[in-house]
């Protein structure tokens, strides 16, 4: 058995669990969201609980086990909770701005950055630091990593657009240069 798929889903309060015809819809709080039950994975509802099984032993139906659990926990906790990440903007002259739906980024380069956000994506600007929220935490992490990809940090200076606790490795400049 999987050890991430043998493991039972607890529903919270305020959180509402269909199965009907292959997928999984989970309402709660903050939103709604669905998915497609993949081939060969059971799924059985008792309560508040949920768990995962599988048809066989085949290799690509274990494989997806642990997925399916996975997919539909991250639902469960991201219509309760929710989910967020930080992006830290550090370098001299580059600023954030979050105007209606699009984040306007100074980074450096000779033109400002417009970064539209999708559906479903919250963003709060404090200062230099972009907090992305949202319920989907497939489409927040990919937020997130988009934004960051603007500008990466660099190894010398350590400017650029990173992650709250990311530690970037810091590289010594020239060591061998003459004054």
Known sequence: MSRVGKQIIIIPSGVDVNIDKGIVSVAGSKGNLNVKVLEGIVINQEGNTLSVGRISDDKKIRANHGLMRSLINNMVIGVSQGYSKKLEVIGVGYRVNLQGNVLKLSLG??????????????????????????????????????IRSLRKPEPYKGKGIRYENEVIIRKSGKSGKEK
């Open 109 to 146: 380069y000779s033109h400002e950055v417009n970064f539209p956000l999708p559906e479903g994506i919250n963003a709060n600007v404090e200062q230099n630091i972009i907090i992305i929220s949202g319920i989907n935490k497939q489409l927040v992490g990919q937020v997130a990593n988009d």
